[in-house]
C-alpha cells in the first residue's frame, strides 16, 4: 500500500522538487569547473545522484547503489565521511568498469542523516598494460588496472593520504585523476550544503516527507505506463554484439518482456555465456531498472521525475554467467558495446505490438579513440575521446545526426583538441547516406579525420563493423563503421579492426574514424520529395541514395525534383520490391550463421 504523507503540501513538494533538480545541475556545474580531463571537463562522462536516507535515488542519473556501499561499512558513516570506490564488483555494478570513480557523501542535518549525494565519472587511466586502462585483451578485471573497494576517502573530515598516493602511483595521469576526484568530492559537498539549506528552511521531517512524495508520484505514473505499453503476452527481441576483440562472437543480447497487471517482468534468458574479452557488462538488477525507467519516460512520457520510486514495480531475470551478468573476475572494460546495444534490444521488444511508436536502431556503442605518446617537447601527453553516431528514425522524425545515445554527453571542442593534443582535425563531419533510408531518416555516422602531429600509440574501441543497425516499419539499415589508418601521404591505406590496441603511428599519420549510422523509420516511398531534396542540398544524403532508395529524381545541377519521372519511379520501385519488413537486419543473418562463441 501506497504511504500517505500529511506534513507538506502539494506546493511545497514541487518547490522541493525543482530545487533537488537545480541542486543536481549544480552538482554537474561544479565538477566540470574543476575536472581537469576531457571525458569529464568538455564531455560531461559523470553522473550526480540525491538520495533519501535508504539510499533511493529522488534526483539523478543512476540510482540504488547506495545501500550495497554502505553495507561495506559496519562502524557506520557519519558526518565529514567521503567514500570511494571503483570496482564493480563491489556496487552490483552501479559503476561498470574501474575507471568509473565513485564517490559517496551522507549528509546529515542535525545529527541525523536525511540521504546521500553521489556523483561517479570516467578517469583517463588507472594503470594496466594499455593507456585508458581499457585493453581489448583483457581477459579478466586484473588485467585492467587498479581498482579500489569502497574505502573512506576522508573520515570525518580527514583525509586518507595513503589512497591518494596509490591512485597517483597506478595511473599514467595522475595529476588530470587528482583533479578529477577532488572535483567529484567537490560536486557531493556542494549538494550536501544544498541539501542542509533545504532542511534549514522547511525542515526535515517536511523535507523527507517530500522525497517520499516524490518516489510516489513516480511509482504511481510508472504503473501507467506498465499498464498501457507493456504486453500481457511475452514477447522477445534479440540483437547482437559483433565481437568481443578476440575473434570471438558475434554475442546476442535477447530480452523477453511481458506485464501482469501493473508488475513488468524483463527476462534476458537467451542471452549468450560471458565473452572471453572485455565486452561483458557487469548488469545489476537496479541498474537495469533504472535503464528501463529512463527508456519508458523518455519515449512515452518525459514530464515524469526520474528516480527509484517505481522500481517494486519491475522484475528481472538475468542469467549468472551471462554477457550481462558475468562471474567474476571477468573482464568489463569494453562493457559500452552492451550497455549501448541494450537500449536497442529493449527498443526492439516493445517495438513488437507497438512497432508506430518505437524508433529504430541506433550505432548502438560508445565508440573510444585514444592516443598517447611523449610530444616533440618531452611532454606527455594522453587523450580519450568519447565518439557519436546515428541516432534511430522514430515515429515523430528523423534520427539525430552524429549524436550521443546519452543525451547529456556532448563532444570535445576541435580548437581544445588541437590546442591541448598535438594533432590536427581536418574535418569533423556527419556520413552522407550512413542513415537507413525511411519516412523519417535514421541518423548519420559521424566522420573524423585526424593528423597526428606526433608519434604515438592509438587505440580504438567500437563496434557494429560488421552487423549493421537494423530499419523499422519498412525502413533501412544504417551504416557499418569503419576506421581507416593513412600512411606515407597517402600511399598506404589499413583498414583497422574495430577493437585494437597498440597501433603505433608516425607523425604526420592520420586516422579516419567513422562511425555506424543508424536505422530508418517507416517506408522511403512515403518521405516527402521535399524533405529528400533538402537532405541533399544539406549533404546529408546522396542524388544516388535519393533515387534508389527514395525514388526521387533531383537535377544534378539544380537540385530541382522530376515530380512525374519521381512518381514513375516510385511506382516502379513499389511493384518490384515486395513485402516491406518489420525489421531489416540488413546482413545480420549471413553474419551470425558463421558466429563463433
Known amino acids: 500500500m501506497m504511504k500517505v504523507q500529511t506534513r507538506v503540501d502539494s506546493i511545497t513538494v514541487d518547490i522541493i522538487e525543482n530545487a533537488l533538480k537545480n541542486i543536481k545541475e549544480e ?13 569529464i571537463r568538455e564531455q560531461h562522462d559523470c553522473f550526480p545522484m540525491i538520495t533519501n536516507p535508504d539510499g533511493k535515488m529522488v534526483v539523478g542519473n543512476f540510482g540504488s547503489h547506495v545501500p550495497e556501499v554502505i553495507a ?51 578517469v583517463m587511466d588507472v594503470g594496466g598494460p594499455v593507456p585508458s586502462s581499457m585493453p581489448v585483451g583483457a581477459t579478466s578485471i586484473f588485467g585492467e588496472g587498479v581498482r579500489f573497494p569502497p574505502v573512506k576517502l576522508y573520515e570525518q573530515g580527514k583525509l586518507n593520504d595513503a589512497i591518494i598516493k596509490i591512485l597517483k602511483t597506478n595511473s599514467r595521469t595522475p595529476i588530470e585523476n587528482y583533479s578529477d576526484l577532488m572535483g567529484i568530492v567537490a560536486s557531493c559537498r556542494t549538494a550536501e550544503k544544498r541539501v542542509k539549506e533545504v532542511c534549514d528552511r522547511f ?7 517530500a522525497l517520499d512524495h516524490l518516489l510516489d508520484r513516480t511509482k504511481m505514473m510508472m504503473k501507467h505506463l506498465i499498464t498501457n505499453f507493456l504486453p500481457e503476452t511475452p514477447v522477445s527481441f534479440e540483437d547482437y554484439i559483433d565481437s568481443d576483440g578476440l575473434g570471438n562472437g558475434p554475442f546476442k543480447m535477447k530480452l523477453t518482456i511481458w506485464r501482469e497487471g501493473d508488475q513488468a517482468y524483463f527476462d534476458w534468458t537467451g542471452t549468450d555465456p560471458q565473452a572471453p574479452g572485455p565486452i561483458n557488462y557487469y548488469l545489476s538488477e537496479n541498474m537495469f531498472k533504472m535503464f528501463i525507467g529512463a527508456f519508458l519516460i523518455s519515449v512515452f512520457d518525459p514530464a515524469i521525475m526520474f528516480n527509484d520510486g517505481f522500481y517494486d514495480n519491475l522484475h528481472i531475470e538475468t542469467p549468472e554467467g551471462s554477457l550481462l551478468r558475468p562471474k567474476y573476475p571477468a573482464a568489463l572494460g569494453c562493457r559500452t558495446h552492451a550497455l549501448s546495444r541494450l537500449f536497442d534490444v529493449l527498443s526492439g521488444a516493445l517495438s513488437l505490438n507497438s512497432p508506430e511508436s518505437s524508433p529504430a536502431a541506433g550505432y548502438g556503442t560508445s565508440p573510444y579513440f585514444i592516443y598517447s605518446g611523449t610530444d616533440e617537447n618531452n611532454r606527455h601527453f594522453h587523450l580519450m575521446e568519447v565518439m557519436y553516431g546515428g541516432l534511430p528514425g522514430r515515429p515523430i522524425g528523423d534520427g539525430l545526426d552524429g549524436h550521443s545515445w546519452w543525451p547529456a554527453f556532448v563532444n570535445i571542442p576541435t580548437e ?6 598535438p594533432l590536427r582535425v581536418e574535418y569533423y563531419r556527419t556520413g552522407k547516406d550512413s542513415g537507413g533510408a525511411g519516412l523519417h531518416r535514421g541518423g548519420n555516422c559521424n566522420e573524423k579525420l585526424y593528423t597526428f602531429l606526433s608519434s604515438g600509440t592509438v587505440s580504438i574501441h567500437d563496434d557494429r563493423a560488421a552487423l549493421q543497425p537494423w530499419g523499422i516499419n519498412g525502413g533501412e539499415p544504417g551504416s557499418s563503421s569503419y576506421k581507416l589508418l593513412i600512411k606515407n601521404g597517402g600511399q598506404e591505406k589499413i583498414v583497422l579492426e574495430s577493437k585494437v590496441d597498440h597501433i603505433e603511428v608516425e607523425k604526420g599519420d592520420q586516422l579516419l574514424f567513422v562511425t555506424g549510422g543508424s536505422g530508418g523509420w517507416g517506408d522511403p516511398l512515403s518521405r516527402d520529395p521535399e524533405k529528400v531534396r533538402l537532405d541533399v542540398i544539406r549533404r546529408l544524403a546522396s542524388i544516388e541514395k535519393a533515387r534508389e532508395s527514395y525514388g526521387v529524381v533531383l537535377n544534378p545541377e539544380s537540385f530541382e525534383i522530376h515530380n512525374e519521372q519521381t512518381e514513375a519511379l516510385r511506382q516502379e520501385i513499389r511493384k518490384s520490391r515486395g513485402e516491406l519488413k518489420s525489421f531489416d537486419y540488413g546482413n545480420r543473418d549471413e553474419i551470425v550463421a558463421n558466429r563463433q562463441i
Open 27 to 39: 552538482m554537474d556545474v561544479t565538477l566540470f569547473r574543476s575536472a581537469m580531463s576531457p571525458v
Open 72 to 122: 561495506h561499512f559496519p562502524e557506520g558513516v557519519h558526518e565529514g565521511d567521503v567514500i570511494f570506490l571503483s570496482d564493480p564488483y563491489s556496487c552490483g555494478g552501479s559503476i561498470s568498469h574501474v575507471n568509473d570513480w565513485m564517490v559517496i557523501v551522507p549528509i546529515f542535518h542535525e545529527q541525523k542523516i536525511v540521504g546521500y549525494a553521489s556523483m561517479f565519472g570516467h
Open 203 to 209: 525542515g526535515s521531517d517536511v523535507y523527507l516527507d
Open 416 to 421: 581544445y583538441l588541437e590546442t591541448y593534443y
